[in-house]
């Protein structure tokens, strides 16, 4: 199977009613919950991260800022809500600074990436070998890899590629709306995946109602065959 995490966005931004939506998905079997540094301030962060926890949610923060400030300060956000991962970011020196005294786990982005929302540029290798590197430095965990962002790499070949370079988790983010991409990505070796758009516009099975949906993105997630990388 592969890990889903729903992200509590939509356009690469925090949806204003998280934690309503949180509600919503109680009896779901959902593990992992996510959230954009975009779209919400910190405080309001903050009290999504202490629902879920109380919950028993994993809580991830993807960072998409587009400027080395705001990256900062998104980063010192997230160690200070206490969240358990922090996905992307462009600048993974200032991620492993901020959030060494954290216990979060770390996955910034592979390759180029620019823009918001978050695009991903560069050719196969050079990215493959982007997620080498980073998941050999002390203080990153994994990456978190904008697979169906890119505009023109094959999306079974980029994910293969990243995942047998990296040392740790490879997490697909972005673009991911039915359960055919879900099943490529487990068969890549991804060990995790992101859908948020897609679900609060009512693209999956079940909507337009969100538990449903969550529910039976679940079941595609444990259906679907993986050759993961432990988390």
Not at 170 to 193: K, N, P, T, Y
Request: proline share 5%; with cysteine; hydrophobic share 45%.
């Amino acid at each position: 199977m592969i890990n889903f995490i729903f992200m509590l966005t939509r356009n690469d931004a925090t949806v204003p009613n998280a934690l309503e939506v949180l509600e919503e998905l109680d009896g779901s079997g959902l593990r992992y919950v996510g959230f954009k540094d975009v779209g919400a301030s910190p405080e309001r962060l903050a009290e999504v991260t202490d629902a879920a926890h109380e919950r028993e949610l994993e809580v991830m923060l993807e960072v998409v800022s587009t400027s080395a400030e705001d990256e900062r300060r998104s980063l010192e956000a997230a160690a200070e809500i206490g969240v358990d991962w922090v996905l992307g970011g462009t600048n993974p020196e200032l991620g492993v600074e901020i959030l060494s005294g954290a216990e979060a786990r770390y996955c910034p982005f592979p390759g180029t990436v620019v823009g918001h929302p978050s695009v991903l540029e560069g050719e196969i290798e050079e990215i493959a070998a982007d997620a080498r590197r980073l998941t050999a430095t002390p203080g990153i965990d994994g990456v978190d890899l904008l697979a169906y962002r890119h505009p023109s790499a094959d999306v079974d070949a980029l994910t293969r590629a990243v995942v047998e370079a990296s040392e740790g988790p490879v997490i697909a983010a972005g673009s991911v709306a039915g359960f055919d991409q879900i099943d490529s990505l487990a068969r890549a070796g991804a060990w995790g995946f992101t859908i948020g758009s897609a679900i609060f516009e009512g693209r999956l099975p079940g909507g337009p109602d969100l538990g449903a949906q969550v529910r039976a993105v679940l079941d595609a997630s444990a259906a679907s065959g993986s050759e993961a990388v432990p988390g």
